[in-house]
């Protein structure tokens, strides 16, 4: 019995160590692919990104840039004859025009659906020049508005800023105040400048103070100033009136050739 126990016990443990399985330890790939399993996260429904701003809808600059309805085109003439008209389809667009300052005058036309329907602007336009007109029939009034908003120059303003109404005046100071010549439109809205022809010194008409001539005017201005009862006060040419002259309440200027009269400061 005791020389066979030890050929059993070798082969017992001989049995057992091809029947056993071995654990293998984790390696350092397993690992580190458990740790880093995706997360997932709630996705708001919440934008934090600001609204769109819409374009502005033509009537002027309370609604954006000015004019950007595409409803209205310009058509420019160049102080130099030989130069062709040259046609914008927005305010924005001849302000930015490299021939700008070399503009004589623009006319607007209106190239939208018919009938006209004004916007809120545009009917608040309309309404300060032609107060008795109802808005929707004031397109020839918001069309000569706008062509006062684009460029005038010197040699043209006695003829079209002289001409107009001081509430058209008012309306195309009140519709284009950041254009290039916004400053000066105020000024003849306000009765600080004039051109040739009869102005009053009174509300809605030229202010009280000493006028001059802005430019050397060409050969045959004359000019003179009368009372409200008639009676001539003074009179002269473009010498006189480059000097200065004073206009007091009541007063009637009347000029002829002499270009444009302008409040001094």
């Known amino acids: 019995m005791r020389t066979l126990y030890p050929a059993a016990a070798a082969l017992i443990l001989l049995i057992a160590g091809c029947s056993g399985t071995t654990t293998p330890a984790p390696t350092t790939s397993s690992l580190s692919s458990a740790s880093t399993a995706p997360t997932t996260r709630p996705s708001s429904s919440a934008s934090s990104d600001p609204e769109p701003t819409t374009p502005g809808n033509g009537s002027g600059q309370g609604a954006g840039a000015p004019d950007d309805s595409g409803r209205f085109s310009y058509v420019c003439s160049n102080l130099n004859e030989a130069v062709p008209d040259v046609t914008f389809t927005s305010l924005a667009e001849v302000w930015a025009s490299t021939e700008y300052v070399r503009l004589s005058s623009c006319t607007a036309s209106y190239e939208g659906l018919v009938p006209f329907e004004p916007t809120e602007d545009e009917s608040r ?19 000569t508005a706008l062509g006062l908003c684009t460029r005038v120059s010197d040699d043209a303003a006695s003829e079209l800023f002289g001409r107009s109404s001081r509430q058209m005046l008012q309306a195309a100071s009140e519709l284009c105040p950041k254009a290039p010549q916004g400053k000066i439109i105020g000024l003849w809205a306000s009765g600080e400048r004039a051109g040739d022809g009869e102005y009053a010194v009174a509300s809605g008409g030229l202010v009280p103070g000493k006028f001059h001539l802005r ?14 009862d008639g009676s001539k006060k003074a009179s002269g040419g473009a010498v006189e009136g480059q000097s200065g002259i004073i206009l007091e309440e009541k007063d009637v200027l009347t000029s002829d050739k002499c270009g444009i009269w302008e409040k001094m400061e």
């Open 215 to 228: 430019k050397t005017p060409p050969e045959g201005c004359t000019w003179s100033v009368s009372a409200s």
């Open 125 to 143: 336009i309309i309404s300060i020049a032609e107060p008795n007109v109802t808005p929707s029939d004031g397109l020839d009034a918001y069309l």
